[in-house]
């Protein structure tokens, strides 16, 4: 039986080099203990805001300095802690700087509500102010969400209760990563054998080729949150509750116009991208049923939806081969671009494999004082590897933008976060198939790219929809979440963007409760930018590969400009304009291609 290693017997080059960014706990102490004077420090301001132009730079250069320090020691504590959520020590750090973070958000909320109680036109003659220039942004925001920002008092009050309206959040982490994995027990793996099944193994064996594998895995891993569906039904109306709660406090229409807003999105973006994806259903329904009419199977199930259409196409990557394959892959975006990433790869970014207590999935984080992190759970397979590309490209964009940006704009909004990673992945799927002219490889591409492109595009935006739906019901029908009000909306939702081919009888029925264990769905209308980001991505691709140096030199701007203008405004400039969904339409042509030629390398 295969067993998880514990964190202390993890090789050092597996690991993240989590030491470059503080080398023991006792120097991250050090700086905490200073950091606490921050919060009092930046109250040093409050009142005298009205005075110049100069008083208001000292003030903010405060605040971000403050800002970057304890982003600095935040990283440090939730990396540490995500290596294993059961260590008691790192738990511990991650909650003080939690804790230090929410203080000194509490002291400095009174920085916007008082430039903001200046009268207009002194505020807007300070704004073109030197002593402000590297703050330009930061002021255009501020007077730009005047009319949802509240007097004082109440700003304070509202970022006092921002950890307690949270809390749903750690819930949840806590549940899907620690209590409810500890229940999923046992499973058989293609040979036979039992290993432990978690979410990184749910995520490889759910691409076996064997079908009953496949439904004892889906049924053992839904069966988790089965028995735990009424406090995550909780838990998710709870953070539905407190964005609800944020966006009425704030003046905004609703819950989802205030999460659009941060980014400067306008809800038609949204709902384009929902419409043209119905649009082009009926693609996505003949893709379901080639997969069924391929595997020769009299009945399909939705946990058949992973497993490779070439049965006995078993790609492998040891982790050296996948860097060499995403190095090989990425060559069209240049020199600087590919050498800053090995760096990267010798100079530890990458935490690679699973451990007893990691936190599961990929992600990249880090800060403006750090290398950019990726925690990865890599096990070898190309899924796996598209993975570590598109966690790369998170990685390359903070890299470049910290590298050309001061401090107060080199973070990227959520919006563009999602155009790097899925660009790396395009690039991929191009290198891959223009070093195969075998004809079952191809095919076993395409499909991967497919798949993909159903876990991107056609997945995120149900998810996207069900996460309107959802707000719109309690904000506007007042509809309690109960788990059986959302198993039933999930599963209708499931059922239309899924299409007949599917069974859709009792052994499909488990599907219902996915939405418990979607971590997304406490981010607050994150998941349709992957989608908007896999249309930008798409075009992007497309143009560095047509045009050559043009096109990558504008992508290479986009990535370097980090926050430094409108996340449309930055992407327009490097050739997307999604204020249209024709983008989204034009990848979506591109699934309708790449599925034609896959029913001719199949069916000939």
Same mark, same amino acid.
């Given at each position: 039986?295969?067993?998880?290693?514990?964190?202390?017997?993890?090789?050092?080059?597996?690991?993240?080099?989590?030491?470059?960014?503080?080398?023991?706990?006792?120097?991250?102490?050090?700086?905490?203990?200073?950091?606490?004077?921050?919060?009092?420090?930046?109250?040093?301001?409050?009142?005298?805001?009205?005075?110049?132009?100069?008083?208001?730079?000292?003030?903010?250069?405060?605040?971000?300095?403050?800002?970057?320090?304890?982003?600095?020691?935040?990283?440090?504590?939730?990396?540490?802690?995500?290596?294993?959520?059961?260590?008691?020590?790192?738990?511990?750090?991650?909650?003080?700087?939690?804790?230090?973070?929410?203080?000194?958000?509490? /002291?400095?909320?009174? %920085?916007?509500?008082? +430039?903001?109680? @200046? *009268?207009?036109?002194?505020?807007?003659?300070? #704004? &073109? !102010?030197?002593?402000?220039?590297?703050?330009?942004?930061?002021?255009?925001?501020?007077?730009?969400?005047?009319?949802?920002?509240?007097?004082?008092?109440?700003?304070?009050?509202?970022?006092?209760?921002?950890?307690?309206?949270? /809390?749903?959040?750690? %819930?949840?982490?806590? +549940?899907?990563? @620690? *209590?409810?994995?500890?229940?999923?027990?046992? #499973? &058989? !793996?293609?040979?036979?054998?039992?290993?432990?099944?978690?979410?990184?193994?749910?995520?490889?064996?759910?691409?076996?080729?064997?079908?009953?594998?496949?439904?004892?895995?889906?049924?053992?891993?839904?069966?988790?949150?089965?028995?735990?569906?009424?406090?995550?039904?909780?838990?998710?109306?709870?953070?539905?509750?407190?964005?609800?709660?944020?966006? &009425?406090?704030?003046?905004?229409?609703?819950?989802?116009?205030?999460?659009?807003?941060?980014?400067?999105?306008?809800?038609?973006?949204?709902?384009?991208?929902?419409?043209?994806?119905?649009?082009?259903?009926?693609?996505?329904?003949?893709?379901?049923?080639?997969?069924?009419?391929?595997?020769?199977?009299?009945?399909?199930?939705?946990?058949?939806?992973?497993?490779?259409?070439?049965?006995?196409?078993?790609?492998?990557?040891?982790?050296?081969?996948?860097?060499?394959?995403?190095?090989?892959?990425?060559?069209?975006?240049?020199?600087?671009?590919?050498?800053?990433?090995?760096?990267?790869?010798?100079?530890?970014?990458?935490?690679?494999?699973?451990?007893?207590?990691?936190?599961?999935?990929?992600?990249?984080?880090?800060?403006?004082?750090?290398?950019?992190?990726?925690?990865?759970?890599?096990?070898?397979?190309?899924?796996?590897?598209?993975?570590?590309?598109?966690?790369?490209?998170?990685?390359?964009?903070?890299?470049?933008?910290?590298?050309?940006?001061?401090?107060?704009?080199?973070?990227?909004?959520?919006?563009?976060?999602?155009?790097?990673?899925?660009?790396?992945?395009?690039?991929?799927?191009?290198?891959?198939?223009?070093?195969?002219?075998?004809?079952?490889?191809?095919?076993?591409?395409?499909?991967?790219?497919?798949?993909?492109?159903?876990?991107?595009?056609?997945?995120?935006?149900?998810?996207?929809?069900?996460?309107?739906?959802?707000?719109?019901?309690?904000?506007?029908?007042?509809?309690?979440?109960?788990?059986?009000?959302?198993?039933?909306?999930?599963?209708?939702?499931?059922?239309?963007?899924?299409?007949?081919?599917?069974?859709?009888?009792?052994?499909?029925?488990?599907?219902?409760?996915?939405?418990?264990?979607?971590?997304?769905?406490?981010?607050?209308?994150?998941?349709?930018?992957?989608?908007?980001?896999?249309?930008?991505?798409?075009?992007?691709?497309?143009?560095?590969?047509?045009?050559?140096?043009?096109?990558?030199?504008?992508?290479?701007?986009?990535?370097?400009?980090?926050?430094?203008?409108?996340?449309?405004?930055?992407?327009?400039?490097?050739?997307?304009?999604?204020?249209?969904?024709?983008?989204?339409?034009?990848?979506?042509?591109?699934?309708?291609?790449?599925?034609?030629?896959?029913?001719?390398?199949?069916?000939?």
């Amino acid at each position: 039986m295969s067993k998880l290693p514990p964190r202390s017997e993890v090789p050092n080059e597996d690991k993240w080099n989590l030491e470059a960014l503080y080398e023991k706990n006792e120097l991250w102490e050090q700086e905490f203990e200073a950091a606490q004077a921050w919060p009092d420090k930046i109250g040093e301001w409050k009142g005298k805001l009205n005075k110049s132009a100069a008083v208001v730079a000292d003030a903010l250069k405060a605040m971000f300095d403050a800002y970057r320090q304890i982003h600095k020691l935040y990283v440090y504590a939730h990396l540490r802690n995500d290596e294993d959520l059961g260590n008691s020590q790192n738990q511990a750090l991650y909650e003080r700087a939690r804790k230090l973070y929410y203080a000194f958000s509490t /002291a400095a909320s009174y %920085i916007s509500p008082e +430039l903001l109680s @200046l *009268d207009e036109d002194t505020l807007a003659s300070w #704004v &073109k !102010d030197p002593a402000l220039k590297p703050y330009k942004v930061y002021m255009r925001d501020i007077l730009r969400k005047k009319p949802h920002t509240l007097p004082q008092a109440q700003e304070q009050l509202l970022s006092m209760a921002a950890e307690p309206l949270s /809390a749903t959040n750690q %819930i949840f982490s806590m +549940l899907n990563n @620690l *209590d409810i994995p500890s229940g999923f027990g046992q #499973v &058989k !793996d293609d040979s036979g054998e039992m290993v432990q099944l978690s979410h990184a193994m749910y995520g490889k064996l759910t691409e076996s080729n064997v079908p009953e594998v496949r439904q004892e895995v889906f049924h053992s891993y839904m069966k988790g949150f089965q028995d735990h569906r009424n406090t995550l039904a909780a838990a998710l109306e709870g953070r539905l509750k407190a964005n609800i709660f944020l966006a &009425k406090a704030r003046n905004y229409g609703s819950a989802r116009e205030a999460a659009l807003f941060a980014n400067q999105i306008p809800t038609s973006v949204y709902d384009g991208l929902i419409e043209a994806i119905h649009e082009h259903l009926p693609d996505f329904y003949r893709y379901v049923e080639l997969r069924k009419r391929v595997l020769k199977m009299d009945e399909f199930h939705i946990f058949d939806m992973r497993n490779p259409i070439i049965a006995d196409m078993d790609l492998k990557y040891e982790w050296e081969e996948a860097e060499a394959l995403i190095v090989d892959s990425l060559q069209p975006l240049g020199q600087d671009y590919v050498q800053t990433m090995q760096e990267g790869f010798r100079q530890g970014w990458v935490d690679r494999y699973e451990n007893q207590g990691k936190r599961s999935g990929a992600y990249s984080s880090g800060c403006y004082d750090s290398m950019p992190y990726i925690l990865h759970n890599y096990n070898h397979t190309l899924s796996s590897v598209y993975t570590l590309t598109h966690e790369l490209g998170h990685s390359m964009h903070s890299a470049l933008a910290n590298r050309t940006q001061p401090f107060p704009t080199a973070d990227y909004c959520i919006f563009v976060a999602e155009v790097a990673s899925t660009t790396n992945e395009a690039l991929l799927t191009h290198h891959l198939l223009n070093k195969t002219e075998d004809p079952k490889v191809r095919a076993y591409l395409i499909n991967k790219y497919l798949d993909d492109f159903r876990g991107t595009m056609f997945r995120q935006t149900m998810f996207a929809e069900f996460e309107r739906d959802i707000y719109h019901a309690l904000e506007q029908e007042h509809e309690a979440l109960t788990a059986d009000y959302l198993d039933a909306k999930y599963y209708e939702l499931v059922k239309s963007y899924h299409g007949d081919a599917i069974a859709w009888d009792e052994k499909d029925k488990a599907i219902e409760t996915e939405w418990s264990r979607i971590p997304h769905f406490y981010y607050n209308f994150y998941v349709y930018q992957y989608a908007t980001g896999m249309a930008a991505a798409t075009s992007l691709a497309h143009q560095i590969l047509n045009e050559g140096q043009p096109a990558v030199q504008r992508y290479l701007n986009f990535l370097g400009g980090g926050g430094s203008d409108d996340p449309l405004v930055l992407l327009k400039n490097a050739g997307v304009d999604l204020n249209s969904p024709q983008p989204v339409r034009d990848a979506l042509k591109v699934f309708r291609t790449y599925l034609d030629e896959l029913e001719q390398l199949l069916d000939a």
